[in-house]
């Protein structure tokens, strides 16, 4: 890939270029995150009566339980007033992925994947807790790893 940064001339405004072959999901991610001014950075997380921002790069996996969804840090846990479908949505083309009905996990997070049985993984994470990947979504988690067959 190639990179081109030009300043723009008196009494232009600044401008972005995209140009690819194909416009991958992880692409539209980016272009994304451009137009929004990057203020995916963060998400708002609730314990208790406090709210903090915590940096996407810190969040190891979103579930959802009980119609509540949490999302998980290294050692901490915290309620996100979002639907699992909208986190899903938003940051769509980023590290994160669907690894099951209750689960978005980041693949940044992952240090090793186990076969389970019926076709399942088992996702062992750099802060030692274990996520299940459901065999539905074991594909797309393949190809976004760039391991398995690619087809």
Do not use: H, W
Request: charged share 30%; proline share 4%.
């Amino acid at each position: 890939m190639k990179i081109t940064i030009l300043s723009p001339g008196p009494g232009e405004e600044d401008e972005i270029i995209v140009k690819v072959k194909e416009l991958s999901p992880e692409m539209l991610g980016l272009i994304g995150r451009f137009k929004e001014g990057g203020s995916r950075d963060n998400i708002a997380g609730y314990s208790g009566e406090s709210i903090v921002m915590i940096p996407i790069s810190e969040i190891y996996y979103f579930d959802s339980v009980d119609n509540r969804v949490y999302l998980y840090t290294r050692d901490k846990c915290f309620e996100v007033k979002k639907k699992l479908f909208e986190i899903e949505e938003e940051y769509e083309g980023s590290s994160f992925i669907r690894v099951s009905k209750n689960t978005i996990v980041s693949i940044k997070k992952i240090e090793k994947l186990i076969p389970e049985f019926n076709g399942r993984l088992e996702a062992k994470l750099k802060n030692g807790e274990s996520i299940i990947i459901s065999r539905g979504y074991v594909p797309s988690l393949k190809r976004k790893l760039g391991i398995g067959k690619q087809v």
